[in-house]
């Protein structure tokens, strides 16, 4: 079997959708989709194997949604938006469980940590701030001492956070001591996405300057660069078979390529216009991205 478009949902939103998760739900087994758009939307939708239903429309945020996460349980959806708060969303109700004022301009990119205990946001001051769900309170900092923090990405093991700046330098963060541990300097442009290996020993970079990069977490060393995008790199996402990642682009193009061969495995030029956010689905065996034409597309991976 190869890659293929399995489905699209047109009209997803009224705008730009900027973002998108996907997780499997650990009470009852289902597959949810989060998109969030410019229309101040958040989106809820089921994957039902074969098509998205639009399960639930999350109202709240003043101004564009920029980013949307899920917490590893499958359960509950975190989304920023450009009015500073972060909100916190029950999946299986639709409900609002926290609203979170970061403050002004300090909320971009959402991530909850492994154990989903935890979101870590990035800020315009390049602070990382870290949010305790249950409570919604702000229990610790990270300061990278750098410009704007665009993209903010946790460690399956717990073990380290990175985050990447508009001015392309990526900081690296031990979790428990909230000491930085590398400076990585390979872009000289924003870094809109990163993303750490299932086994947290890479770490993939996303630019501006049109460039993916792999580095080695432990030697802080680039392993690869990888190029074939034609304009700026705004997603990437690591498939669970610690093999293949995903990366979207502005020049409209999804691909998929082989992290051990460092090669492009597939092109797909579906949308119409920039693709701002892709994701795997658990299973490793379908994609999700999300574009500034308003749609939401699915593929299917081989097994």
Known sequence: ???????KQ??????????????????????????GSLDDTVKVWKWDGEKI?????LEGHQLGVVSVDINPQGTVAASSSLDSHIRLWELDTGKQLKSIDAGPVDAWTVSFT?????????????????????TGLKESMLDTGGKFTLSIACSPDGK?????????????????????????????????????????????????DGHIKIYDVQHANVVGTLSGHGSWVLS???SPDNIH??????????????????????????????????????????IVSVSDDCAVHIYDCPA
């Open 1 to 7: 079997m190869s890659y293929s478009v399995s489905y």
């Open 10 to 35: 047109d009209k997803a939103h009224d705008d730009s959708i900027w973002s998108v998760a996907w997780a499997k739900s650990n009470l009852d087994a289902s597959e949810y989709i989060v998109t």
């Open 53 to 57: 239903d639009p399960t639930w429309i």
């Open 114 to 134: 492994p154990d989903g205990q935890k979101i870590v946001s990035g800020s315009h001051t390049g602070k990382i701030n870290i949010y305790n769900t249950e």
């Open 160 to 208: 380290r956070i990175a985050s990447g700046a508009i001015d392309g330098i990526i900081y690296v963060f031990d979790v428990a001591t909230g000491k930085l541990l590398h400076t990585l300097e390979g872009h000289a442009m924003p870094i809109r996405s990163l993303c750490f290996s299932p086994d947290s020993q890479l770490l993939v970079t996303a630019s501006d």
């Open 236 to 238: 990437v996402a690591f």
């Open 245 to 286: 990642f995903v990366s979207s682009s502005s020049d409209k193009s999804v691909k998929v390529w082989n992290c051990g061969t460092r090669q492009c495995e597939s092109t797909f030029l579906d949308h119409y216009d920039q693709v701002w956010s892709v994701k795997y689905n658990g299973a490793g065996n379908k």
